[in-house]
């Protein structure tokens, strides 16, 4: 049998994030503020994974399903070709608030529209293409979303997931606890029709949360 290494475990991943590169300006700031005001947001691990795609890709359109505080859409608008945009969607009147606030102060006014709704309503309702497609929002709605995103792709586009292995659990082989039971089973279906969509390709990295990357073909 091929030989395994057990590479996720502490003193790999305490060293991997002493080579990240910290955020500075205002995405630090806002990064301190969701960390002190319990907003979640996502990890400088996942940032730095989500630079590099974007750096490849250079999109011109992107969705965000789940905008919270506007960070990582202010993130990625520095990631953009030239007249590229970022749609992101929000259904917490208080987060939409926040994110118009900080975004103005981004300076990324014209390029990232906050839209305050459901984000599957707003799937169900958009005839629109993107380059990326960023899912970051209810985490039980994921497999729907997916399945409405992957016909809501360019040529090559690039859905992202965050939070797929939902702390851990959704790898565990013991009970989950009663309370997310029904959330790991989603995520676990989720990820099992992902990775066999034969219009994609996969994969799924254990970093922060867990992350999957689909690629059209
Ligand atoms: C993890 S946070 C997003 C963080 C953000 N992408 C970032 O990293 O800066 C998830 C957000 O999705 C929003 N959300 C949850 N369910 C939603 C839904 N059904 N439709 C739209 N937004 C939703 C929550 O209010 C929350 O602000």
């Given at each position: 049998?091929?030989?395994?290494?057990?590479?996720?475990?502490?003193?790999?991943?305490?060293?991997?994030?002493?080579?990240?590169?910290?955020l500075?300006?205002f995405l630090?700031?806002?990064?301190?503020?969701?960390?002190?005001?319990?907003?979640?947001?996502?990890?400088?691990?996942?940032?730095?994974?989500?630079?590099?795609?974007?750096?490849?890709?250079?999109?011109?359109?992107?969705?965000?399903?789940?905008?919270?505080?506007?960070?990582?859409?202010?993130?990625?608008?520095?990631?953009?070709?030239?007249?590229?945009?970022?749609?992101?969607?929000?259904?917490?009147?208080?987060?939409?608030?926040?994110a118009?606030?900080?975004?103005?102060?981004?300076?990324?006014?014209?390029?990232?529209?906050?839209?305050?709704?459901?984000?599957?309503?707003?799937?169900?309702?958009?005839?629109?293409?993107?380059?990326?497609?960023?899912?970051?929002?209810?985490?039980?709605?994921?497999?729907?979303?997916?399945?409405?995103?992957?016909?809501?792709?360019?040529?090559?586009?690039?859905?992202?997931?965050?939070?797929?292995?939902?702390?851990?659990?959704?790898?565990?082989?013991?009970k989950?606890?009663?309370?997310?039971?029904?959330?790991?089973?989603?995520?676990?279906?989720?990820?099992?029709?992902?990775?066999?969509?034969?219009?994609?390709?996969?994969?799924?990295?254990?970093?922060?949360?867990?992350?999957?990357?689909?690629?059209?073909?």
């Amino acid at each position: 049998m091929e030989k395994r290494f057990n590479i996720v475990n502490i003193d790999v991943e305490e060293y991997i994030q002493s080579t990240l590169k910290p955020l500075e300006g205002f995405l630090k700031e806002m990064s301190e503020h969701a960390k002190k005001n319990n907003i979640p947001v996502a990890k400088l691990e996942t940032i730095r994974a989500l630079e590099v795609i974007f750096n490849l890709k250079k999109p011109k359109a992107v969705l965000e399903l789940g905008c919270a505080i506007g960070f990582t859409s202010i993130f990625f608008a520095g990631y953009l070709d030239k007249s590229g945009y970022i749609d992101t969607v929000e259904n917490d009147p208080d987060m939409v608030k926040i994110a118009k606030s900080n975004i103005k102060n981004s300076g990324f006014e014209k390029t990232i529209n906050i839209i305050y709704a459901e984000a599957y309503d707003y799937l169900m309702n958009i005839d629109k293409k993107y380059d990326i497609i960023f899912i970051d929002a209810a985490k039980g709605q994921y497999e729907k979303y997916f399945d409405i995103c992957s016909n809501l792709l360019n040529e090559k586009g690039v859905i992202i997931a965050d939070n797929v292995l939902y702390r851990g659990m959704v790898a565990k082989k013991d009970k989950i606890p009663h309370r997310q039971a029904t959330l790991v089973e989603r995520l676990r279906s989720f990820l099992d029709k992902i990775t066999k969509d034969e219009r994609f390709d996969t994969s799924i990295l254990s970093i922060a949360d867990g992350l999957s990357i689909s690629v059209k073909k």
